[in-house]
């Protein structure tokens, strides 16, 4: 018995040290006493973390693993790590060790009580390891052994386009993993595998894993428009490590479409790839071309890319002949699709046309250019610019579309441009000319008059002319002397076809004669002073409901001059509603009413007409003669004299301060009696007084008085100068004076062209001036009133406030300020601005702020000022204060209150 039990203790101590060292064996496969911490690899990371090469950025390795360089290591066989963002592994107990790399707490360390303690330095947590002489066996309680067998699953050496991960760890290609852990494969941006982003796979040491993700391209990847029937290219790619076995290519959206290859596949440089045709059929929709990439056989290994494409049809049509007055319409369309954005533009022969309307019908946008009644002159070349736009793609066409529009051009009318076309019986009538013109006359086609409306047999085919005018113009003249006796006084124009009238609808033209006449008097002749009398007869055939109105002229009757009461007298009769007797009568006959007059009579019925005297009625005056060039006017004198009719005559002025009496014309002259006739000149005295135009300038308010005349207003800024200012300046106690145009709401001139003697006293007694409506100048506007600024010293300041705000806290005003010299503004360029100074007087206000600023002749100041607390102005918020200029230290007060 003694032997056996040797001997058994003897199997055991051997087995026991056997699986021992096996295990120590296997537990020392990862040395940790050969890395020093100078040899680590710099990642920037903490200590127990790594460097994600993916997103660039550290991450912390977890339980059962340690930092080793940029990997998270799995804890080797014997060690485990119960934390994480550990840079070591910790040993087990003495005699204990794991059954698989990566254990997680010291309870994954299982029996054994022989292990040899590592030799040399080592990162492993410090314990002593207990060897067991074999004397010591005795004492030890039997436990059971386990075989460890490793049991892990090798990653493949390579990666493309991806990388590998277990258990949210990134992992190197080639690493050991446990075996049946669950790898996954997560691709780069863009990339799949299968149909997905990522793939999990089940390491169990048989199954070969997927290393590879791929990405499917179409090129060029923008979406297009493209016009029905055009062909579309494109190229399929899918970025991979070897061929692939096919692509397939479709439509859904548009299944009568065409779409074929038209290259090889092909691979190269890592990519395989083929080029496709597409042909769109279909219209008026917006779809996708889908690319799939099939890796093997039966197997699509990659997700389909796709490719927008809109597919748009447009056309335009229309009425391209049409007649005049008839309706002319040109349509355009697009298809209509809700993401189509669609412009249309319409051009005719260059020009925008405007008559548009657009709707959709059909599943069609429409854009139609309607005319109603069309005329010639629509017609055209029309175009249209059709523009689609989808998200940033933009197709645009111009289409084209002739319309011709036949008609006439001109409708018939009198050489004058008149319809009807009337003329006065006894006239001289050279001839009468008619014309039409007709647009779009065809070669078997005549261009005709006709008359009668029953017959409508072609009217004097002697008479006319037919011309081409221009492109497509024919114009159609007939010209005749005399009026032949037709029904209804009508011609009309129309196109002859084959003998029929094919197009009549048009108006044509009446001509009437009218049996109107005018009849002069006799010639007269007058004597000085006596009452002359002439007399003209206007008549027609019969009663008219509106008589004439004659008018008489003199020398001139087709002159605007017309003679009006006054110096005439004008009386016209009525007789039997279709006679007027005119008579003139010339009161007080001289030498100035020698002469001819005709009438005018102006009808207006059937229309307006007139009818001017076929002659004129003489008036003379008896032989007689005096001299007045040797007669004095008294107040006036002679400016100068001229013959008419053998006779002198003599224009006379009168001297300053008077004017023409109203009776009397200014001639001197000698009459029909031998009698002198002599201008009289009457005393005018000239009023004129200041009325206050703004704070420092006037507008002049004048009046006048003669015998003959009177009369009070403003007085117009002709001849008004400064002399004249400054005598009125001084007459109203002012030193100097400067005359301004000023503006005034009405227009209430009396007088203009003042103008006033000089003299030692300045008085305006004298001044003399024309009436306005006398004056034979240019008329004056409401902004050319006479006005005068007056002062009395030679600076003068004037300020003018150009805005202003006040707030809770604060008063803000800007005022332009400017300095007169002798009345003429002085420049302000380079002056310091810093020499402007401000005092404020008000005890309501206190300065805030003062800024000056020069510009030309003035000055720009602006002063804000802030109000005091608890004090009110019985005006409200004003503010006082001195401005101070650069000038000889002149002073300018202001006063400005807020309302």
Not at 101 to 126: D, F, Y
Not at 475 to 480: D, E, N, P
Not at 672 to 701: F, G, K
Not at 774 to 795: F, K, P, R
Request: with cysteine; proline share 4%.
């Amino acid at each position: 018995m003694l032997f056996l039990l040797v001997t058994f203790i003897t199997l055991y101590q051997t087995a026991a040290a056997t699986e021992s060292d096996e295990l120590l064996n296997r537990s020392r496969r990862f040395d940790f006493s050969n890395i020093e911490p100078e040899d680590a690899v710099n990642t920037g990371c903490p200590s127990g973390q790594i460097l994600h090469r993916s997103t660039d950025s550290c991450i912390v390795c977890n339980p059962g693993t340690y930092a080793n360089d940029d990997v998270c290591t799995p804890c080797p066989l014997g060690t485990y790590q119960d934390a994480s963002e550990s840079s070591e592994c910790v040993l087990c107990p003495e005699g204990l060790s794991t059954l698989q790399i990566g254990a997680r707490n010291e309870g994954e360390c299982v029996g054994l009580r022989q292990i040899e303690r590592p030799r040399g330095p080592t990162k492993l947590r410090q314990k002593k390891l207990t060897v067991l002489r074999p004397n010591e066996l005795t004492v030890l309680r039997p436990i059971a052994f386990v075989r460890l067998t490793e049991r892990t699953c090798q990653l493949p050496e390579e990666v493309h386009s991806g990388t590998f991960w277990v258990d949210g760890q990134e992992m190197e290609p080639g690493s050991s993993v446990p075996l049946g852990s669950t790898v996954e494969l997560i691709c780069d941006g863009a990339h799949v595998v299968g149909d997905a982003d990522s793939l999990s796979m089940e390491c169990d040491g048989t199954t070969v894993l997927r290393n590879e993700c791929y990405q499917t391209l179409i090129e060029p990847d923008t979406s297009e428009l493209v016009f029905v029937g055009e062909e579309v290219q494109f190229t399929c790619r899918v970025k991979t490590t070897h061929d692939i076995y096919s692509f397939q290519v479709w439509s859904q959206d548009y299944p009568n479409s065409i779409v074929r290859p038209v290259s090889e596949k092909t691979f190269e440089g890592g990519f395989a790839e083929q080029t496709f045709s597409y042909r769109a059929s279909e219209i008026g929709s917006i779809g996708a071309v889908h690319c799939r990439a099939e890796i093997e056989m039966g197997e699509t290994a990659v997700v389909s890319r796709e490719k927008i494409i809109g597919i748009v049809g447009m056309g335009v049509t229309g009425t391209e002949e049409a007649f005049a007055r008839q309706p002319l319409k040109i349509t355009a369309w697009v298809t209509d699709n809700n993401r189509l954005d669609t412009d249309f533009s319409w051009l005719k022969d260059g020009e925008d046309v405007l008559a548009i309307s657009d709707h959709v019908e059909d599943g069609r946008l429409w854009s139609e250019v309607i005319f109603d009644s069309a005329v010639i002159e629509d017609t055209g070349s029309y175009t249209v610019t059709i523009t689609v736009r989808m998200w940033e793609m933009e197709l645009s066409r111009t289409l084209n579309f002739d319309a011709f529009v036949k008609g006439f051009s001109v409708e018939p009318e009198a050489a004058n441009g008149e319809n009807p076309y009337y003329y006065i019986e006894g006239e001289p009538l050279e001839e009468i000319q008619l014309s039409c013109v007709y647009h779009g006359l065809e070669d078997d086609q005549q261009l005709k008059w006709w008359a009668d409306p029953v017959t409508m047999d072609v009217f004097h085919d002697d008479w006319q002319t037919v011309e081409e005018v221009d492109d497509h113009m024919t114009r159609s003249t007939i010209v005749f002397g005399s009026w032949p006796e037709i029904p209804g006084d009508h011609l009309a124009c129309g196109v002859l076809e084959d003998g029929a009238w094919v197009d009549e609808s048009h108006e044509g033209i009446t001509i009437r004669k009218l049996d109107y006449a005018i009849e002069m008097g006799s010639d007269v002749e007058g004597r000085p002073n006596e009452e002359v009398q002439l007399t003209c007869t206007a008549s027609a055939p019969e009663s008219l409901e509106h008589p004439p109105t004659v008018t008489w002229f003199r020398d001139n009757a087709h002159s605007d001059d017309h003679l009006e009461d006054g110096p005439y007298f004008i009386t016209n009769s009525v007789r039997e509603e279709a006679e007027v007797i005119s008579t003139l009568t010339i009161m007080d006959f001289s030498s100035n009413d020698v002469g001819q007059y005709s009438c005018l009579a102006q009808y207006v019925e059937p229309t307006y007409i007139e009818v001017y005297g076929k002659s004129f009625i003489s008036v003379t005056e008896a032989a007689g003669g005096c001299d007045a060039s040797t007669h004095e006017v008294e107040n006036g004198k002679i400016k100068l004299g001229f013959e008419q009719d053998g006779m002198m005559i003599y224009e006379v002025e009168c001297d300053s301060g008077y004017w023409l009496s109203e009776e009397s014309s200014p001639y001197l002259y000698c009459n029909t009696e031998e009698e002198l006739v002599v201008p009289n000149c009457e005393r005018v005295t000239i009023d004129m007084q200041l009325v206050a135009y703004d704070d420092y300038n006037h507008i002049i308010r004048v009046s006048y008085d003669s015998p003959s005349w009177n009369g009070a207003g403003l007085l117009c800024d002709d001849g008004w100068d400064n002399r004249e200012a400054e005598m009125l300046c001084r007459q109203n106690g002012f030193k100097f004076g400067r005359a301004l145009s000023l503006t005034s709401e009405s227009a209430e001139f009396v007088l203009t062209e003042l103008n006033c003697p000089c003299s030692e006293t300045d008085q305006t007694d004298f001044c003399s001036a024309r009436r306005y409506e006398d004056h034979d100048g240019s008329s004056c506007d409401i902004d050319e009133v006479a006005g005068l600024h007056c002062y009395n010293e030679t600076a003068d300041v004037r300020s003018v406030l150009l805005k202003s705000s006040v707030s809770k806290k604060k008063n803000t005003m800007l005022f332009k300020v400017q300095v007169f010299k002798f009345g003429d503004a002085i420049s302000m360029h380079g002056i310091d601005r810093s020499s402007f100074t401000v005092n404020i007087h008000s005890s309501e206000q206190k300065m805030r702020k003062f800024k000056v600023k020069t510009k030309g002749d003035s000055v720009l100041v602006e002063l804000v000022t802030k109000k005091k607390q608890n004090i009110l102005h019985p005006d409200g918020d004003c503010v006082t204060f001195t401005l101070r200029l650069p000038f000889s230290e002149i002073t300018h007060d202001i006063v400005h209150c807020f309302e």
